[in-house]
């Protein structure tokens, strides 16, 4: 069974990147779609971005568009967010999951990763 372990989360000022990376074990993650999903205290949770198997197609919430890249590269078993130009409402607790499925719907992704905290001070 593949497991997801995210990492390079942490705190940034507004304006700042950071790149988060989602890193599988037990299993190849070439077979998968990936999503990035965000939750926030008191908030519903969010799918910001997701990546097909091949990295081919992407597709970002608006919210992110512009400023997030999602990336993946199959070799090394992880899909990357490369998040640019941070701002305090992307403060979160970021998730990322696998599908068997492209899809926006959290329902459908079958193993998600514990999730990093990302913290945008303005």
């Known amino acids: 069974q593949v497991q997801l372990v995210e990492s390079g989360g942490g705190s940034v000022q507004a304006g700042g990147s950071l790149r988060l990376s989602c890193a599988a074990s037990?299993?190849?993650?070439?077979?998968?779609?990936i999503a990035w999903f965000r939750q926030a205290p008191g908030k519903e949770r969010e799918q910001v971005a997701r990546?097909?198997?091949?990295?081919?197609?992407?597709d970002y919430a608006s919210s992110v568009k512009g400023r997030f890249i999602v990336s993946r590269d199959n070799a090394k078993n992880t899909v990357y967010l490369q998040m640019n130009s941070l701002k305090h409402e992307d403060t979160a607790v970021y998730y990322c999951?696998?599908?068997?499925?492209?899809?926006?719907?959290?329902?459908?992704?079958?193993?998600w990763g514990q999730g990093t905290q990302v913290t945008v001070s303005s």
């Open positions: 990546i097909s198997t091949t990295g081919g197609t992407t």
């Open positions: 037990g299993g190849t993650l070439s077979t998968y779609f």
């Open positions: 999951a696998a599908s068997n499925v492209y899809s926006y719907r959290d329902y459908l992704y079958q193993i």
